[in-house]
């Protein structure tokens, strides 16, 4: 599977920006789509996770309300549409691939996430 993302920016507080993933080779291991994301100095975290069949999403609290993930299926592409963003948004975002465990939930941990793609800076100005 490959991942490629799209769409970082530099916004003001307040604003919207939308991330996309397109995936490609085999998208039908895929369990679920999730997105991450690094600000400068601290540790990747989860943001938000969709499963590829789109039955069920989850996101952290700090995002909830403002961010939502999406599918195109047409185009085997993934969004992360964010909404009254925030300075403490900043950060670099990656998304990546879940091929599911054996419960088959939604995962928050990075290593649960085989493939990624490289990361799109978002920054929000206060």
């Known amino acids: 599977v490959q991942l490629q993302a799209s769409g970082g920016g530099l916004v003001q507080a307040g604003g919207s920006l939308r991330l996309s993933c397109a995936a490609s080779?085999?998208?039908?291991?895929?369990?679920?789509m999730g997105w991450f994301r690094q600000a400068p100095g601290k540790e990747r975290e989860f943001v938000a996770a969709?499963?590829?069949?789109?039955?069920?999403?989850y996101y952290v609290d700090s995002v909830k309300g403002r961010f939502t993930v999406s599918r195109d299926n047409a185009k085997n592409t993934v969004y992360l549409q964010m909404n009254s963003l925030k300075s403490e948004d900043t950060a670099v975002y990656y998304c990546?691939?879940?091929?599911?465990?054996?419960?088959?939930?939604?995962?928050?941990?990075?290593?649960?996430?085989?493939?990624w793609g490289q990361g799109t800076q978002v920054t929000v100005s206060s």
């Open positions: 969709r499963t590829w069949s789109g039955g069920s999403s």
């Open positions: 990546a691939a879940d091929p599911g465990g054996r419960m088959r939930t939604i995962r928050t941990r990075q290593y649960d996430y085989d493939y």
């Open positions: 080779g085999r998208t039908s291991t895929i369990y679920a």
